[in-house]
Structure formats: C-alpha cells, structure tokens
C-alpha cells in the first residue's frame, strides 16, 4: 500500500477515505482503522483544509489547519490525503503513514512543530506546539509532502522539547 492512500479497514466505511462530501454520512469524530495500521476521523472543515496538511480537530468534530497560534486551542491533529473545502466533510490521518507538508530543509526522525504557515510542520523549535509521536521519513531541502510515521495517539504537546 502507498503511503497517502490509505484503505479503511471497517466495513462501516466503503468509500476512499480520500472523497470529501458535501454531505454527513458519519458522526464527527468517527474514528477507522486502516491498512497501514494507522487511524482516521471525520471531520467537517471549518475553512478549507489543504491535501496533505496537518489540521487540528476540535471536541465538536470540527478541523482547520494548524499554526502555532491555533495549536493552543487543540491539542489533537491529524493530516487531511485529499483537500477538504470549507463546510465540507472528510477523513484526517491521525496515525499510520500519511502523506504530509513539511517546511524546506525539515531533517527525517526529530521533533516537528506547528508553523505560522498553516498545515506546514518544520524542525524547527516552537514551546508548546510540538507534535509528539510524529517523525518524517527523510531530510527534504524544499517545501514538499513527504512519507511520515506517526503513532497512534500523536498530539501536539506542551514544554520542553520531547527526545524522538
């Protein structure tokens, strides 16, 4: 299976997880198992929510791109295989091996922060918006989505910086 094109592996769930819908046909904040051994939950995207991007989930199921900024308001995320448009509904990846956006010369295998452009994680320090339990496969040199690992129960973590 290719990284960024996970299968839901719940029979509840019979179309690609990479389809948003106009329409609820779950309840926000389903979570799947998939194929890649990672998880998934449905949202519905409070602005559009780039392919790739990592997007913070709020208690009411809702999701928009992260920042530094509005990382202080969620503390779970998760990365959106397809574009989710404003008002419309979808899957994140919260853990597995999605595809994600990171900034120009992200190193592979350290700690990754929010960024003040949204959906784009670096390596680069930021206090209080780190997001624990999530590491890229390789060193980048410019602004590309890459093959992440990411374990289950990821989250964007406050204080001193975590050792990967």
């Avoid at 609820?24 to 449905?42: R, S, T």
């Avoid at 392919?51 to 920042?67: C, F, H, I, K, R």
Wanted: proline residues 4%; glycine residues 10%; negative net charge.
């Amino acid at each position: 299976m290719a990284a960024g094109s996970p299968k839901s592996m719940s029979p509840v769930i019979v179309a690609p997880l990479a389809t948003p819908k106009s329409t609820k046909n779950h309840q926000l904040g389903m979570i799947v198992d998939l194929d890649d051994g990672g998880e998934a939950i449905f949202v519905q995207a409070l602005s559009e929510i780039s392919t790739y991007a990592y997007a913070l989930v709020y208690a009411d199921g809702t999701a928009q791109m992260a920042t530094t900024t509005l990382a202080v308001d969620s503390k779970r995320g998760g990365w959106a295989q397809a574009s989710i448009a404003s008002g419309y509904y979808g899957w994140l990846q919260v853990s597995g091996t999605p595809l994600a956006n990171l900034a120009a010369n992200c190193d592979n295998a350290v700690a990754l922060y929010t960024t003040a452009t949204g959906g784009v994680l670096d390596d680069a320090t930021v206090s209080g918006a780190c997001v624990w339990g999530a590491v890229s496969t390789r060193t980048i040199s410019n602004a590309t989505a890459v093959t992440m690992v990411v374990a289950r129960g990821q989250c964007i973590g406050t204080g001193a910086t975590p050792s990967v």
